[in-house]
């Protein structure tokens, strides 16, 4: 009796065994971010002898007499979606809707790229430079920003860079919708709040006086602390007898600061009126800002990572790139939660306004599923004692043989 007749159970064991670490892996990855669950499969041993054939009573036939064991192999569901919940990180992440995309990272020692689904991402000083890193230190890919706002085209790693401040936006334009009263006064003030380059703000007084001896008619002077408002000629505002605004519908300033600095103003007046009764601002837009300090950096809508200032103001830093491939589900798993392209796989494809599929301040949970895997456990126990049954009862027989022979 040959020794062979143990090859099934002893490819048996080891293959389930192999399976129960496999499940044992997934298992113990159940709160692993972006972690996508692998499974054992198996096929058929076959030796070397060839294939017996011969004509029976319904012609000819053939058959394997060499089927030797089980053999195994892992697949890892790589476009399996895991859940998404939200997270408490500003520079967490997660791709929902989309199972064929991902995130590139970059190994700063060899220079390989990677991909994963993991985006619990974090701030790494390396060099003195603020790289955004993932959970391995690896640094994030993207596009980052120009100075407009807009991003590059080429993808490269994404630093943390942006000024600890940003300057005023000098008022350069205003509009403003208002009433002056058609009797019983004989001035009006309107308050206007303009910047001016050097982070200055204050309130321009806009003073409307009655014009003696002229129907509807006001001249306008313009008040104000810390600066000096002049205008090209005397500026004289002429109302039709209905209170609808006839001329001028602009008037032209400038804001001289007492820091030396100084501010051109456009003002539309166009939407005001001279109408019975109070006076009263319904209206006023105007495009100056104070300057800001940084508050905090996160990624926000469609991947963008950028900076918030104490003014309201935001500064784009980069965009968060995604890529796909042709066969997702043959990429190499090099851990759990990283990916490198291979043959099978196809090389990666940049996404196209991927940001679609970004949800900022949240993560792709684990795929692995433990009612799933404690079933398999299950399984592959019973099947590791069957095989091992039947190794024992091979020994046994063997064991015939060799008193047989004594």
């Given at each position: 009796m040959a020794l062979s007749i143990f090859t099934p159970s002893v490819t048996g064991m080891d293959s389930q065994s192999h399976a129960l670490q496999t499940v044992s892996t997934n298992i113990a990855n159940i709160n692993t971010v972006g972690y996508k669950s692998s499974e054992t499969m198996f096929y058929t041993l076959l030796g070397s002898a060839p294939v017996v054939k011969g004509n029976g009573a319904n012609g000819l036939q053939s058959s394997r007499v060499d089927t030797n064991g089980v053999g195994y192999y892992d697949r890892t569901l790589v476009s399996s979606q895991g859940q998404v919940v939200a997270s408490n990180s500003n520079f967490d992440v997660a791709i929902n809707g989309n199972s064929n995309a991902f995130f590139t990272v970059r190994d700063s020692y060899s220079g390989d790229e990677y991909y994963t689904?993991?985006?619990?991402?974090?701030?790494?000083?390396?060099?003195?430079?603020?790289?955004?890193?993932?959970n391995n230190g690896m640094h994030v890919q993207g596009y980052v920003a120009n100075e407009d706002g807009s991003f590059g085209t080429s993808i490269e790693d994404i630093v943390l860079n942006y000024p600890d401040k940003i300057p005023a936006t000098p008022t350069s334009s205003v509009q403003i919708g208002a009433n002056v009263p058609a009797d019983g006064v004989e001035s009006s003030s309107y308050g206007i709040m303009v910047y001016g380059p050097n982070d200055n703000a204050s309130n321009m007084n806009m003073v409307f006086h009655k014009v003696e001896d002229k129907a509807n008619a006001w001249t306008v002077t313009f008040e104000m602390d810390g600066a000096v408002v002049s205008s090209a000629e005397p500026?004289?505002?002429?109302f039709s007898s209905d209170g609808k605004l006839l001329t001028p519908t602009d008037i032209n300033i400038n804001v001289a600061w007492a820091d030396g600095s100084s501010n051109a103003i456009a003002l539309n007046i166009e939407n005001m009126t001279q109408y019975a009764g109070s006076s009263g601002i319904t209206n006023i837009k105007q495009d100056g800002k104070e300057g800001g300090s940084f508050k905090e950096a996160s990624v926000g809508k469609n991947g963008v990572i950028?900076?918030?200032?104490?003014?309201g103001q935001t500064v784009n830093i980069a965009k968060l790139a995604l890529s796909s491939f042709a066969a997702p589900d043959n990429l190499t798993a090099i851990s759990g939660t990283l990916f490198e392209a291979n043959g099978a796989s196809g090389n990666a494809v940049l996404i196209e306004d991927g940001g679609e599929y970004l949800v900022p301040q949240a993560l792709e949970q684990s795929t692995a599923n433990v009612e799933k895997e404690f079933s398999k456990m299950v399984v592959i126990q019973r099947a590791y004692g069957m095989n091992s049954n039947a190794f024992t009862v091979a020994d046994e027989m063997l064991e015939v043989v060799r008193d047989l022979k004594a």
């Open positions: 689904r993991a985006g619990n991402f974090r701030i790494q000083m390396s060099g003195g430079v603020p790289y955004l890193v993932a500026i004289e505002v002429q950028s900076a918030l200032y104490s003014n």
